[in-house]
């Protein structure tokens, strides 16, 4: 068990060396920084003052050291467009899209996981073949669509919720949170929706197939024989046994949900990193897509990192080191 | 004499598909008394393990029970509710199934399913059920329970998980075990224990088994009566040691002959030529007259009745003495 | 010897083999799969012939009014012919912006698709025919990049190559930037399938065979090799096509993708989008639900294709 920690752990360096590498390369080799700070009319000799003061003449080696060194304790540069830290920046929106990322997924587990048992139990039904259509949508439409449709009915047509913003925020110590005020909870309640619903169906489709599969397999059979409740059988044997992969997916999605926020930000002008981002590419603004690409993927190797330790905590049968099926 | 514990009369199973029904059991009749073993045996589809199921009212659709009757302690259970079948189920008939190694929950402490079991049945407290299930694990022969009832079943080997599987079966101390082919995923030398444990049941609790399987040697050993199917019906029914010493019916006869004496992993159903017919395809007459060595005109058209024939119930032509000479 | 070389040797029409076929049986059979096969030649139908069935040139600015501009859908009392499903705050009839934004949005998700298959194919024979040193370092940047979601490395792409280009681009530039955007986010799919495709099939006799009479790699790699791995790479550019225009439409409606002079029916939607809040709705709708229609067809079209061919994926 501890090997394949420490062995997983190896990958995730290498795969955060290599993005890191990229950020770099995108830092030192797409467009001139000099150029980024400098105007226009600066003369040559303070140029090349200030590539020397930058570090620009040290070989590449040197100068990738010195950018991984920074990163690590923190300091991504300064925003072309701001002129801010980087870090200051994201630290600033981060709240913004870590707590839509948490709503969206609570949303998608939630709604996924209940349509999908539904239609897994109750698989002939109308409302099972609903759920199923609107699963077909939720995976084919752009997000960015189902944003704006969300928006052009409950806020433009019916005016129950706002279309853009956080609403209010109240401010614990760095962390600024739009939970605790109703208009904060309101302005949540469509981008959550509308960053979850790709989530959702991805997982009630695989509760409903991981869910008949279930059902069909010998030890549910030995617990009806047994004369357990249906209720039982459904929701704690079958469940249990469905939710195991399922944790797996809707884990590694939670990396997927917070980079998709770039979209659903953009439709709902959601202040976070994504919006901050697509801001950045915009604007050319090197420095902030750098760092914003190494923190998702820092993210994405943590999640992955998190989900192989809890799958093999809920599996019992993966936790003996050997995992050997009798 | 006493009542038996399970009595089936007339039992028709159909499934329903999208070019008809298929009857997957024909008039099949038989009791189990009290601390009794009956074997059913016959070749795979044969119908052993759906009329299992179908006592145990586990036939899921588009299949159901179109026919007949299930009794068990002379009150009728075939017509009850799903909710009071569900009750039955565990309570006073326990099933066994073929594959230990998937019918426990994978995720689940044995001692959670057994305590679940036990409660649904009971009225016991969670500790008085968990002090019951180190009780049965003992009773099924699994060492150092108190330790072993806090283990997976992936910690378990096969022939110990079929000891679980037995004790899951066992938990509200059924009249009735139905085993579906509990010694076939085995090693040979498991199978013993577990016939073993079987057949102890019976004498110490006089519990009625009902055996399904398709290997004679174990009937040989383990079962009181025999009923041996084909087709959806029984051939032939009657006391073990007769059936084996002294099979009636033609299919029984090859059978028996295919039985091996020393070693056990022979085909044993080579001897009979030609195989059985698939559900949609049964003919007319006598199911078996394709491939019985004995078969005449009557075997074509019309369907043979069981007769009894001493200790047998035999549905064959050949025994008809009604119209020939009246026995 | 040629012949043994070969696979099997085609001897009637592809039309004839394709009636006979199971896939085709299976169309047959599946409403919903012709029903969304008539979509698609529908819209691809509009898309081709948008320049000779749209009343207005949607490009062209001499033929913008503004004093057209934000008329309602002509079943609307305000409405004015020709502008069937009304115009948008230049004047631009939006019937004919969905037509021309069909065919640009079709033309960038088929130029992506081709490009991202073309790498993906590229690096999947060189990895799986030659193993080795190559094939470990070009998986790796596979998983690594699988790691991202597309839209976000479509993003990165677009915005490094305008800091590269410094940002003066014409709208050619930015189609063919898109492309590439899209080609370097879908590779890794058909770069794997193909693969494993490869491994298995270059220890096929034929490949042998072509081997000991002396082909060189190349050669038995692209005449040989590849027509047998087709199948399922296929099946992936259906299904990619409707995820290229997807982010295509993404990337427009970002504001990255393309400029709002040569709107494609992301560019429209994001224009559209500020009109929702003052009642002029059909500026965005109309090409919301061409493109919604457009990737619902094309996705169930890739459903069924897959599902029909099923063995080689999944």
């Given amino acids: 068990m501890i090997a394949f920690i420490l062995q997983r752990l190896l990958q995730s360096v290498a795969v955060l060396f290599a993005v890191g590498l990229i950020a770099f390369s995108m830092f030192r080799f797409a467009g001139d920084p000099v150029n980024q700070i400098v105007g226009v009319d600066t003369p040559y000799a303070e140029r090349v003052a200030i590539r020397q003061s930058l570090g620009l003449d040290d070989s590449v080696i040197v100068q990738f050291g010195r950018y991984a060194g920074n990163v690590v304790r923190g300091e991504f540069g300064t925003s072309y467009q701001f002129r801010q830290p980087v870090a200051a920046l994201l630290a600033e929106r981060m709240p913004a899209t870590l707590e839509l990322a948490l709503c969206a997924t609570l949303f998608a587990l939630t709604v996924g996981i209940f349509m999908g048992v539904y239609c897994a139990l109750k698989r002939d039904t109308v409302l099972a073949k609903v759920f199923l259509a609107i699963s077909l949508i939720g995976i084919s439409l752009p997000t960015f669509l189902i944003g704006i449709l969300l928006i052009f009915l409950f806020s433009v047509t019916l005016g129950w919720l706002p279309s853009f913003g956080r609403g209010d925020t109240v401010r614990l110590g760095w962390w600024t949170t739009g939970f605790l005020t109703a208009s904060g909870l309101r302005a949540l309640i469509l981008p959550s929706v509308t960053l979850g619903l790709f989530q959702m169906t991805l997982i009630m489709r695989l509760v409903r197939a991981e869910m008949l599969e279930v059902l069909r397999t010998d030890y549910i059979r030995f617990a009806r024989a047994r004369g357990l409740t249906t209720r039982t059988i459904h929701f704690g044997h079958a469940l249990k046994n469905t939710l195991v992969p399922v944790i797996t997916i809707a884990g590694l999605q939670l990396g997927s949900v917070i980079a998709f926020s770039i979209i659903t930000e953009t439709v709902f002008q959601w202040p976070g990193m994504g919006l901050l981002f697509v801001q950045a590419v915009q604007n050319v603004d090197i420095p902030i897509m750098a760092a914003y690409l190494l923190l998702v993927a820092a993210i994405f190797v943590t999640i992955n990192l998190v989900v192989d330790v809890l799958y093999t905590i809920v599996d019992p049968r993966l936790r003996l080191s050997t995992g050997g099926r009798a | 004499m006493t009542e038996p514990v399970l009595s089936v009369r007339n039992l028709r199973v159909a499934f329903a598909n999208r070019r008809g029904t298929l009857t997957a059991i024909d008039d099949v009749s038989f009791d189990i008394a009290r601390g009794e073993i009956l074997g059913v045996v016959g070749e795979s589809g044969a119908g052993k393990s759906v009329t299992g199921s179908a006592v145990i009212g586990l036939i899921d659709p588009p299949g159901g029970i179109v026919g007949g009757e299930v009794r068990l302690q002379g009150e009728r259970i075939d017509t009850l509710s799903p909710e009071a079948m569900r009750r039955i189920r565990g309570r006073r008939i326990g099933m066994i199934f073929q594959d230990p190694l998937t019918s426990l ?104 088994v009902m055996l399904v399987t398709h290997d004679m040697g174990v009937i040989a050993e383990a079962a009181d009566r025999v009923a041996v199917m084909y087709s959806g019906r029984i051939a032939e029914i009657g006391p073990v040691r007769d059936v084996v010493t002294n099979p009636l019916h033609p299919y029984a006869k090859g059978l028996m002959g295919a039985i091996p004496t020393l070693a056990q992993e022979t085909d044993r159903l080579a001897q009979i030529p030609g195989s059985m017919p698939r559900l949609s395809a049964i003919p007319k007459g006598c199911a078996f007259h394709p491939r019985c060595p004995s078969a005449f005109t009557r075997c074509v058209v019309e369907r043979p009745n069981p007769i009894a024939v001493g200790a047998h119930q035999v549905a064959c032509h050949l025994y008809d003495r009604s119209e020939a000479s009246a026995a | 010897m040629s012949v043994l070389v070969h696979g099997p040797v085609p001897t009637r029409s592809a039309l004839a083999r394709f009636r006979d076929s199971d896939l085709f049986a299976s169309f047959k059979r599946s409403k919903l799969a012709m029903a969304a096969f008539a979509v698609t030649l529908l819209l691809f139908t509009l898309a081709l012939l948008a320049p000779l069935i749209s009343p207005q040139n949607p490009y062209d600015p001499a033929q913008l009014e503004l004093i057209n501009s934000n008329l309602p859908p002509l079943w609307n009392a305000d409405g004015q012919s020709p502008f069937v499903l009304g115009t948008d705050d230049q004047g631009r009839d939006v019937l004919s912006a969905v037509f021309y934004g069909l065919r640009l949005s079709l033309l960038v998700g088929i130029l992506g698709v081709v490009v991202s298959g073309l790498i993906g194919i590229g690096l999947g024979l060189i990895a799986g025919y030659f193993g080795g040193f190559v094939d470990t370092l070009i998986m790796r940047v596979a998983d690594v990049q699988l790691t991202f979601p597309a839209i976000l490395i479509a993003l990165v792409v677009d915005g490094v190559a305008k800091a590269a280009l410094g940002g003066q681009m014409d709208t050619t530039a930015s189609i063919w930037l898109i492309v590439a955007s899209i080609g370097l986010s879908f590779w890794v799919q058909y770069a794997r399938t193909v693969r494993s495709s490869v491994m298995v099939e270059k220890n096929k006799d034929y490949v042998q065979a072509g081997r000991l009479i002396g082909l060189s790699s190349p050669v038995i790699l692209v005449r040989h090799v590849l027509p047998n791995v087709l199948g399922p790479v296929f099946v992936i550019a259906t299904i990619n096509l409707a995820l290229a225009i997807i982010t295509e439409a993404t990337l427009s409606f970002l504001g990255t993708g393309l400029p709002d002079s040569m709107p494609s029916l992301g560019t429209l939607i994001r224009t559209g989008n500020r009109f929702l809040f003052s009642g002029e709705w059909w500026i965005v709708a109309f090409p919301g639900l061409a493109l919604a229609g457009l990737v619902l067809a094309i996705n169930l079209l890739g459903d069924w294709l897959r599902d029909a061919l099923n063995p080689k994926l999944q």
């Avoid at chain 2, 036990?118 to 059920?129: N, V």
């Avoid at chain 2, 910690?155 to 066992?170: D, H, K, P, Y």
């Fill in chain 2, 105 to 208: 929950n994978p995720l689940y402490r044995v001692g959670r399913q057994l305590i679940e079991t036990i409660r649904t049945h009971t009225d016991l407290s969670e500790k008085a059920a968990r002090g019951r299930a180190i009780d049965l694990l003992a009773e099924v022969g699994i060492p150092a329970p108190e330790r072993r009832i806090d283990g997976y079943p992936h910690e378990f080997s096969g022939g110990m998980r079929q000891r679980v599987v037995i004790a899951l079966a066992l938990a509200a101390e059924p009249e009735l075990i139905i085993a579906d082919e509990p010694t076939t995923a085995l090693d040979v030398s498991v199978q013993a224990q577990i016939i073993a444990l079987l057949k102890r049941l019976g004498t110490e609790r006089g519990t009625a």
